[in-house]
């Protein structure tokens, strides 16, 4: 999982950050990436794609990484700008939001996918960096949780979608939910599933 922060630093760079987004397929919601630098001494053992966790296990790991990790950071574009620009885009600026949030400057990154973002850092794209690269897997992670913990809380604004359980991916209760209330102020209005209540 250190091979790409390893080969970045034979090449000279020394301020290494992951990249990863959460949230490009949901009905409902922001895309929220994370900006993660560990630094060479971390040493947190369990850390992987988000997605192969137990939500215990991601915040069990969120809390460790916020504690060892050098610098965290995080960029969100909201349900609204998604609608305007496309969740490719938004996903890209929420990674460049976050990227700029850092406290300690990258010379490095090492972004998941296939995308570069908008920056005058050298960057890296890792297809399923999530699973490859130590550095994206805690921004995965990262930016899980954070997601996850907003949709959560936007349940109790909305009560009757049920976010709490699906985090505004389209499961059936949520599309049900859609068909029987209409979409809300948090839906991707653009986005099928959302289309036809606009």
Known sequence: MWTFEQQAHQKGYVV?????EVGRGPLAGPVVSAAVILGNDFS????????QLSSRKRDDLYNQIYKHAQD???GMVANDIIDQINILQAARLSMRYAVEQLQNPPDFLLIDGIYQIESSIPQETIKK??????SIAA???IAKVTR?????????EYPEYGFEQH?????KKHRDAIKKYGICPIHRRTFKGCLEYV
């Open 16 to 20: 290494i950050a992951g990249i990863d």
């Open 44 to 51: 947190v053992n369990g850390i992987t794609d988000s997605k």
């Open 72 to 74: 965290i950071s995080l």
């Open 129 to 134: 960096g999530d699973q490859r690269s130590i």
């Open 139 to 141: 921004a995965s992670i």
């Open 148 to 156: 996850d913990r907003i949709m959560t809380k936007y349940s109790t």
């Open 167 to 171: 985090k505004g991916y389209g499961t």
